[in-house]
Structures are given as structure tokens and as C-alpha cells.
């Protein structure tokens, strides 16, 4: 089992930024590839980003490109979201979310362990 609690959300304006933290414990975390995931009002849970395990490797979805950083500290345990530029449609509850394998990574059916998930709200 790998237990992950997020923090780091709240209200924030066009524009700012926020930094998201997952904090991992149980199984060893260096073993898991650490994926993003946001879910608005009455939508899907969509991917957001997602970090491959040694956090040399990284891919985000194209609304986020260029405005959200993921990274991980392997012996913090704990993986990052940098969320810059904010805009009203980021507004959603994020999710972290670890799986043991490489396949699937954007599909949220693919991941076994999931954080209770975080608030982020951007105001116009």
C-alpha cells in the first residue's frame, strides 16, 4: 500500500501561482511513477502531468504545457506541482496519483493509489 496526502491548494488570482505537494508513504516511493490529475465541478477526473520514477523524465498535458512544473524528491518522498499563470479554468480538486508501471500513464484507470485530493481555485 502507498498512502499519499496532498496539500498546497487554495484560492489564488489570474495570474499567480500555487505549489502542490503529495506527500508518499508505505512502499518504497522511488519505485512509482507519480502522476497529476485534476477533476472540475460534474467533469472527468482529466491527467495533468506525470513524472517518471527517477524524475528525469516528464510530460504534461497541452493545456498545462509551459505553465506546470512536476518534480519529485526521492528521499523526501514527496512529488511536486509548480502551477505559474494561473487561469479561472485550472479551477478543480488535484489529484496525485503513483502506479508501478509505464503504461497508461494519462489514464487515471491506470493508477492504483490516490491522495483525497486538493482545492485549487483561481479567481478572475
Known amino acids: 500500500q502507498v498512502q499519499l496526502v496532498e496539500s498546497g491548494g487554495g484560492l489564488v488570482q489570474t495570474g499567480g501561482s500555487l505549489r502542490l505537494s503529495c506527500a508518499a508513504s508505505g512502499r518504497t516511493f522511488s519505485n512509482y511513477v507519480m502522476g497529476w490529475f485534476r477533476q472540475a465541478p460534474g467533469k472527468e477526473r482529466k491527467f495533468v502531468s506525470v513524472?517518471?520514477?527517477?524524475?528525469?523524465?516528464?510530460y504534461y498535458a497541452d493545456s498545462v504545457k509551459g505553465r506546470f512544473t512536476v518534480s519529485r524528491d526521492n528521499v523526501k518522498n514527496t512529488v511536486f506541482l509548480q502551477m505559474d499563470s494561473l487561469k479561472p479554468e485550472d479551477t478543480a480538486v488535484y489529484y496525485c496519483?503513483?502506479?508501478?508501471?509505464?503504461?497508461?500513464?494519462?489514464?487515471?484507470?491506470?493508477?492504483?493509489?490516490w491522495g483525497q485530493g486538493t482545492q485549487v481555485t483561481v479567481s478572475s
Open positions: 513524472i517518471n520514477r527517477s524524475g528525469t523524465s516528464t
Open positions: 496519483a503513483a502506479k508501478d508501471d509505464v503504461v497508461g500513464v494519462t489514464d487515471p484507470r491506470d493508477y492504483e493509489y
